[in-house]
């Protein structure tokens, strides 16, 4: 054998073997890959700026063999470089209790520049702003989320370096300013919510560069001018929201019309809409393809209602959701929303002049939720055998002046839905009698939520509603006027997280059956 075929099959078993080993000690090495230290330390850093944590950063520690910040609480690192990729520091200030609190140095965070999602959302940073030089060095981020948690100032332009941005929420906080046109920079983003913070300036028109934008909220602001005709040029927009009153002219509802994609309106605090036919002629125009529309708080009257929805041609049958609240709206607008559609599914109609006749009420027999709250509900609506529908799951019926006649008479009604209905609401009117019990538990025995605070309730809870209710999860009796012993029956009622009998006269001890129990009770002031 000659010395260069030596040679080659020498070379070719070398690289085989070198092969062979680098396979067996991958994982190996990847398993020793732990987090960089300067961002550890950036880690604690951050930690240290806070005021409270409230346990949710009990892993972020020295010592006790838990030095890899990969293994932390809201913490993902990159499996081969030990990079923090990811820190999801969302909160929960109700359900869970644990959320961060404090004036916070974002800042600390500059070390983690292969970071690409950041949420820190629902956390309570009063006084902290959004630091323009932390911003602009994340230039990897794809998700941020800073929505809920009381960041202040404005919002810093160098935003618009984050082009691999897709989703970015900043929604309910304290910011304020003109938006940034570098925002138009962002061609990547398909989700952007600004809504509920106090912003102002005309809306850029560089927004219409974002065309990958998918969902774009800028309701609860004080923008002005009129909306860039360029946001014509989002051909995937299937989400709008706006708020106040923005310019409108006739040549708007060309370009409106170009939002094919556009599933979801929603119009808040549009206090001249009924009297823009502008507006009312974009709104008819997109109606057919709509899913979800929110008129909420425009001033629409029964005439305005007819006036939008005038062309029986653009009635929709994809509309699910209508939401028609804190207008003006009389009992005359009934016969025109079944025609808009008998499709619904959720009625939204709280706060507006409705005096209840079951001569006006129509039937929606797919509705799932239905919200009359503040309205009057004083006439006969119930006494009429009218028909809900077989669907419907939540019943909303707060402060509508309900009295035990109107609506103990209305059994049979509400029989024809109550094997669906799951969550009902007839807080804050002017039930007296406590046979609406009674009524309950022998017609609704899949309630999981039952709402009856701020009645005047009077007479003992019946030892049967514990037996028969004993699908429901949430009750709520707090102020009214029951008396009698706390019935024992809570013990059995195994389902049941939620119990509030505070300031009414009850009377007795309610340890003996709750002890070891999950639940939530507020009992304060239940004796007279």
């Known amino acids: 054998m000659s010395k260069k075929i030596m040679s080659s099959c020498f070379m070719k078993l070398f690289y085989?073997?070198?092969?062979?080993?680098?396979?067996?000690?991958?994982?190996?090495?990847?398993?020793?890959?732990?987090?960089?230290?300067?961002?550890?330390?950036?880690?604690?850093?951050?930690?240290?700026?806070?005021?409270?944590?409230?346990?949710?950063?009990?892993?972020?520690?020295?010592?006790?063999?838990?030095?890899?910040?990969?293994?932390?609480?809201?913490?993902?690192?990159?499996?081969?470089?030990?990079?923090?990729?990811l820190l999801d520091l969302h909160g929960?200030?109700?359900?869970?209790?644990?959320?961060?609190?404090?004036?916070?140095?974002?800042?600390?965070?500059?070390?983690?520049?292969?970071?690409?999602?950041?949420?820190?959302?629902?956390?309570?940073?009063?006084?902290?702003?959004?630091?323009?030089?932390?911003?602009?060095?994340?230039?990897?981020?794809?998700?941020?989320n800073l929505s809920y948690s009381r960041f202040e100032g404005s919002i810093p332009c160098e935003l618009g370096k984050l082009?691999?941005?897709?989703?970015?929420?900043?929604?309910?906080?304290?910011?304020?300013?003109?938006?940034?046109?570098?925002l138009g920079n962002l061609t990547h983003l398909q989700y952007l919510d600004l809504s509920s913070n106090d912003l102002n300036g005309e809306i850029p028109y560089q927004v219409g560069n974002i065309s990958q934008l998918r969902y774009l909220d800028l309701s609860g602001n004080s923008f002005s001018?009129?909306?860039?005709?360029?946001?014509?040029?989002?051909?995937?927009?299937?989400?709008?929201?706006?708020?106040?009153?923005?310019?409108?002219?006739?040549?708007?509802?060309?370009?409106?019309?170009?939002?094919?994609s556009l599933t979801i309106l929603r119009l808040d605090s549009f206090r001249n809409l009924g009297s823009s036919h502008h507006w009312l002629q974009i709104i008819n125009k997109l109606f057919r393809n709509l899913r979800e529309l929110?008129?909420?708080?425009?001033?629409?009257?029964?005439?305005?209602?007819?006036?939008?929805?005038?062309?029986?041609?653009?009635?929709?049958?994809?509309?699910?959701?209508?939401?028609?609240?804190?207008?003006?709206?009389?009992?005359?607008?009934?016969?025109?929303?079944l025609?808009?559609?008998?499709?619904?599914?959720?009625?939204?109609?709280?706060?507006?002049?409705?005096?209840?006749?079951?001569?006006?009420?129509?039937?929606?027999?797919?509705?799932?939720?239905?919200?009359?709250?503040?309205?009057?509900?004083?006439s006969s609506v119930f006494q009429g055998g009218f028909y809900f529908g077989s669907k419907l799951q939540n019943l909303y019926l707060l402060n509508c002046s309900l009295m035990d006649r109107s609506f103990l008479m209305s059994?049979?009604?509400?029989?024809?839905?109550?094997?669906?209905?799951?969550?009902?609401?007839?807080?804050?009117?002017?039930?007296?009698?406590?046979?609406?019990?009674?009524w309950l538990f022998n017609s609704t025995s899949n309630l999981r939520s039952l709402?009856?605070?701020y009645n005047m309730l009077e007479g003992p809870i019946p030892d049967g509603f514990g037996k028969m209710m004993n699908s429901l999860e949430v009750l709520d009796l707090h102020d009214n006027k029951l008396q009698g012993k706390i019935p024992s029956f809570f013990g059995n009622m195994s389902r049941l997280q939620i119990l509030d009998l505070s300031n009414n006269k009850l009377n007795g001890e309610i340890s003996s059956f709750i002890e070891n129990s999950s639940w939530e009770l507020i009992v304060s002031e239940i004796c007279s």
């Open 339 to 378: 025609n808009i559609s008998l499709n619904l599914q959720e009625l939204y109609l709280s706060h507006n002049n409705i005096v209840f006749s079951s001569s006006f009420f129509p039937s929606f027999p797919s509705l799932v939720i239905l919200d009359l709250s503040y309205n009057n509900m004083t």
């Open 294 to 337: 929110r008129l909420v708080d425009c001033s629409l009257s029964d005439t305005d209602l007819q006036s939008l929805f005038y062309s029986g041609s653009n009635f929709s049958s994809s509309l699910a959701i209508l939401d028609l609240s804190y207008n003006m709206l009389t009992s005359s607008s009934f016969q025109l929303l």
């Open 163 to 182: 082009t691999h941005l897709q989703y970015l929420d900043l929604r309910n906080n304290y910011l304020y300013g003109e938006l940034p046109f570098q």
């Open 16 to 85: 085989a073997l070198v092969l062979l080993l680098s396979n067996a000690a991958g994982p190996v090495l990847s398993a020793e890959i732990k987090c960089i230290e300067s961002e550890r330390q950036a880690l604690l850093n951050f930690k240290q700026s806070l005021l409270h944590d409230y346990g949710m950063l009990s892993t972020w520690r020295d010592g006790d063999n838990n030095t890899d910040c990969c293994k932390w609480r809201g913490i993902q690192c990159h499996d081969e470089t030990g990079h923090i990729q």
């Open 451 to 453: 709402y009856l605070y």
């Open 92 to 144: 929960d200030r109700y359900a869970d209790a644990q959320y961060l609190e404090g004036s916070i140095n974002l800042t600390s965070l500059i070390d983690l520049h292969n970071i690409q999602h950041l949420d820190l959302s629902n956390n309570f940073f009063l006084g902290s702003h959004i630091p323009e030089e932390l911003i602009g060095s994340f230039t990897n981020l794809t998700y941020l």
């Open 411 to 438: 059994s049979a009604s509400i029989m024809n839905y109550s094997s669906s209905l799951v969550s009902l609401y007839l807080s804050s009117n002017l039930l007296k009698s406590s046979t609406i019990f009674y």
């Open 225 to 260: 001018g009129a909306l860039p005709f360029q946001v014509g040029n989002l051909p995937f927009l299937h989400t709008l929201g706006l708020a106040e009153n923005f310019d409108v002219k006739s040549k708007d509802a060309e370009w409106f019309s170009n939002l094919y």
